[in-house]
DNA sequence: GGATGTGAATGTCTTCACAGCT
DNA sequence: AGCTGTGAAGACATTCACATCC
């Protein structure tokens, strides 16, 4: 199969959830064209989109959307359950703990971890939060796909060098860019970064 | 000026984090090589990128970090102060309005809104959360930069319609892709939309 | 000597435009 | 007729490589 670009994985992903939305409404098949207009793209880049995963639609007619739906989450990986660890239950690692969205798309949550001893012991949404020290021991007994690390900055890549040997993908929340073993997947989510980026588009002159 | 890639200005916003870590370590100068190497990215990048805006760097020597961080807070609007509400105060929003990161990086927070009873009049950190009734005569009475879309997905488009004559630029973080007019800069924060990415890099064969 | 700044070359992604099915 | 699937063209971004200057 031929090399998937980064943005196209992307665009995969809104339009599952377009479709989901066709599918809540009733409708039965979709174009490109219907599905470019909720993405902000064209109808061309759409079918290169999906065309580089097999062809799926029928000329003249469009896409299934419940067909369609159910591509998208097999090329997504959706569907199969990937088991997660939260690293850092401050702020923004509560918040992820208790994020239904996790669940919804597959992830469950199978433990968190932080060092604070006003956190560790304490009952977060049906999980009791665990001193990060258990973590390698913990990850070798009971391995997970992905580590979602939400510790300080300082903390991120030590974080990183400790779940990368065990984990085969981490979403890092901390506003530091961090690198993994080859082979691990890495994804970035990183506030300040878009709010920086806005601040560029805001400026005068 | 030529035309800046998006890519650009999210790089610049990395380099300016890696100075202020240079500084912090007491280097007087960098070179795009050690930029780069922090960077994940090559220092011909690196030399590009900052090339885009002039010449900042002494042929033989690099750049002078604090000059340099100068240079890039000026490019990408840190230190203009910019105005934000945040609308939506449930578990990401109320992460948000706790964020310290927000005045770090020269966003002061002026308001909170919401539409649950249980959290309108509540105050958190400072602020107290106003109802979403209020927002389009607060806005005209006392304008902001930036609205922080932090709501259900159902109602996102629906506050950006309601923000996007009044701001600037709007930063989303509900899951679905909101429009705005022209004119107005949009970001999105999607956390399910990495973890779907994840999941594709994640997918064995 | 050492590191920048930059045209040229390469690589990647998007858009075009149309043949080919239904 | 309508809409997909796709090679070819075009736009865009990155990398190379070297002249240039401190």
Do not use: C, W
């Not at 479709?19 to 909720?38: H, I, K, M, Y």
């Not at 996790?102 to 956190?119: H, I, M």
Request: charged fraction near 25%; charge should be positive; avoid cysteine.
């Amino acid at each position: 199969m031929a090399k998937i670009p980064e943005s196209t994985i992307r665009r995969l992903s809104l339009y599952l959830r377009f479709l989901e939305a066709f599918d809540g409404e009733g409708a039965r098949t979709v174009s490109s064209q219907a599905l470019a207009e909720r993405g902000g793209t064209t109808s061309a880049q759409v079918r290169k989109d999906l065309s580089l995963f097999g062809s799926f639609g029928k000329r003249g007619l469009g896409y299934s959307v419940p067909d369609l739906a159910v591509k998208l989450r097999e090329i997504l990986g959706i569907g199969v359950p990937r088991r997660v660890v939260v690293i850092g239950v401050g702020k923004i690692g509560m918040a992820l703990v208790q994020y239904a969205g996790l669940a919804a798309r597959g992830f469950t949550l199978e433990r968190a971890y932080d060092v604070d001893p006003q956190v560790v012991g304490r009952r977060v949404a049906s999980i009791v939060v665990r001193h990060a020290d258990e973590l390698e021991r913990d990850l070798r007994r009971d391995p997970v796909d992905v580590a979602i690390i939400a510790t300080p900055p300082g903390a991120a890549q030590e974080t990183a060098n400790r779940v990368g040997p065990s984990v085969r993908g981490i979403l890092n929340f901390a506003p530091v860019t961090i690198s993994a073993p080859e082979g691990v997947a890495v994804r970035h989510v990183n506030v300040e970064l878009e709010l920086e980026a806005l601040g560029y588009a805001l400026r005068t002159g």
